[in-house]
T-cell receptor
Framework: QKEVEQDPGPLSVPEGAIVSLNCTYSNSAFQYFMWYRQYSRKGPELLMYTYSSGNKEDGRFTAQVDKSSKYISLFIRDSQPSDSATYLCAMTSYNQGGKLIFGQGTELSVKP | EPEVTQTPSHQVTQMGQEVILRCVPISNHLYFYWYRQILGQKVEFLVSFYNNEISEKSEIFDDQFSVERPDGSNFTLKIRSTKLEDSAMYFC?????????????FGPGTRLTVT
């Protein structure tokens, strides 16, 4: 079983739609969860960071963590064409010294 | 806003040659990392560095790889004898020391092409 699983997509939505991106993981020790946005041939850009379970909101973005189900989500409201990118989930635990384990990334396309 | 920078943006080298990839982490950060991403694949951890020594390395980070912080600002990754399979994007990342923060900030990457 892979440590972190993420549907690679591609996912195509119309402008204004609500987008839901998800990852599952197998290591119950993971406590720190991140979502990165990556444009083609660029570096990952940190979007959201959450610790343990719960929700975190930042503008149009909401991150959710359900540790009991080992499931994390990123919601994008009122999606824009500029949101078109690959979204990577990443996670780590206290014992891993910050080493991030990444998902495959989901390619999102928002059509005008 | 402070950011991680990397040079060069693209490096082409012949198999067997040595390459050095350079990074300038965010100035008040104390943990440094290298990751790589082969085209179409996941971002993979290579090595972490703290207090002038390697904290952890992956199985990818064999004897051909080394890291160094030669001065107070630069952080380098050296590949001694490049192989075709080393072709990838290499990302440097840094993390502040502060408290419980595990957020890492990534540079734009160096695209390494080994021919």
């Amino acid at each position: 079983q892979k440590e972190v699983e993420q549907d690679p997509g591609p996912l195509s939505v119309p402008e204004g739609a609500i987008v839901s991106l998800n990852c599952t993981y197998s290591n119950s020790a993971f406590q720190y969860f991140m979502w990165y946005r990556q444009y083609s041939r660029k570096g990952p850009e940190l979007l959201m960071y959450t610790y343990s379970s719960g929700n975190k909101e930042d503008g149009r973005f909401t991150a959710q963590v359900d540790k009991s189900s080992k499931y994390i989500s990123l919601f994008i409201r009122d999606s824009q064409p500029s949101d078109s990118a690959t979204y990577l989930c990443a996670m780590t635990s206290y014992n891993q010294g910050g080493k991030l384990i990444f998902g495959q990334g989901t390619e999102l396309s928002v059509k005008p | 806003e402070p950011e991680v920078t990397q040079t060069p943006s693209h490096q082409v080298t012949q198999m067997g040659q040595e390459v050095i990839l350079r990074c300038v982490p965010i100035s008040n950060h104390l943990y440094f990392y290298w990751y790589r991403q082969i085209l179409g694949q996941k971002v993979e951890f290579l090595v972490s560095f703290y207090n002038n020594e390697i904290s952890e390395k992956s199985e990818i980070f064999d004897d051909q790889f080394s890291v160094e912080r030669p001065d107070g600002s630069n952080f380098t990754l050296k590949i001694r004898s490049t192989k075709l399979e080393d072709s990838a994007m290499y990302f440097c990342a840094s993390k502040p020391l502060a408290g419980d923060s595990y957020e890492q900030y990534f540079g734009p990457g160096t695209r390494l092409t080994v021919t």
